[in-house]
């Protein structure tokens, strides 16, 4: 079954900073890959997903992710880390090739330090 | 614009009572997923349907949960009898399951349940 994790528990940095989310996955086959954020009461909101094509994937509010094969890593990345950007994030992985399930990491607290 | 919408937002009775929590997909979307998200287990996959039918619900506890979409445009959770370790955030989300692509799901806002 694919499955994806995120190592840290809380991502701390300074506003102005980059700001780097990290993400494993494991799944059998080409992954599709998704990144999506959680604002406090609030429920999921999509921000990329990668299907195929460009390894580095742009999405909403200035965050990327790239993509890499060799080392089954998805990392979420913002190269100036805004205040508003404090939230939990998550990791999910789809297996193409099989039904329409997303496993979702456990999720990161992103704090962004005035 | 449109948007999966729940209700009720919160939730709070005591145990031993049903819990019934509805969902409106985005209209066109053909899949339903119901997720829960406590601190402890982060968010679980509850069940899923695609136009209509339960495709899984090996995530719900099957004694006293139960989740029905009785039309295209109404997904239900019910709990019954309710216990505290219910207590938690329940998601919807809708989406399309994609063909040449994949598509992202639409969460709403969720349900924040509290049995005492």
């Known amino acids: 079954a694919q499955s994806v994790a995120q190592p840290e528990d809380q991502v701390n940095v300074a506003e102005g900073n980059p700001l780097t989310v990290k993400c494993t996955y494991s799944?059998?086959?080409?992954?599709?890959l998704f990144w999506y954020v959680q604002y406090p009461n609030r429920g999921l909101q999509f921000l990329l997903k990668?299907?195929?094509?460009?390894?580095l994937v742009k999405g909403s509010y200035g965050f990327e992710a790239e993509f890499n094969k060799s080392q089954t890593s998805f990392h979420l990345k913002k190269p100036s880390a805004l205040v508003s950007d404090s939230a939990l994030y998550f990791c999910?992985?789809?297996?193409?090739?099989?039904?329409?399930?997303?496993?979702f990491g456990k999720g990161n607290q992103v704090v962004v330090i005035p | 614009d449109a948007r999966v919408t729940q209700t009720p937002r919160h939730k709070v009775t005591e145990m031993g009572q049903e819990v019934t929590m509805r969902c409106q997909p985005i209209?066109?979307?053909?899949?339903v997923f119901w997720y829960r998200q406590t601190m402890m287990q982060g968010l679980e996959l509850l069940a899923y349907?695609?136009?209509?039918?339960?495709?899984?619900d090996s995530g719900m506890p099957k004694d006293r949960f139960s989740a029905e979409m009785p039309d295209a445009t109404l997904a239900t959770l019910k709990i019954q009898p309710s216990e505290p370790r219910d207590s938690a955030v329940y998601f919807c989300?809708?989406?399309?399951?994609?063909?040449?692509?994949?598509?992202?799901?639409?969460f709403g806002p969720g349900t924040r349940l509290t049995v005492l």
């Open positions: 999910a992985v789809r297996d193409p090739g099989g039904n329409n399930r997303l496993a």
């Open positions: 799944v059998s086959g080409n992954p599709y």
């Open positions: 349907f695609r136009n209509r039918a339960p495709l899984d």
């Open positions: 209209l066109g979307h053909n899949t």
């Open positions: 990668y299907i195929t094509g460009d390894n």
């Open positions: 989300a809708s989406g399309l399951p994609g063909g040449q692509g994949v598509n992202e799901q639409f």
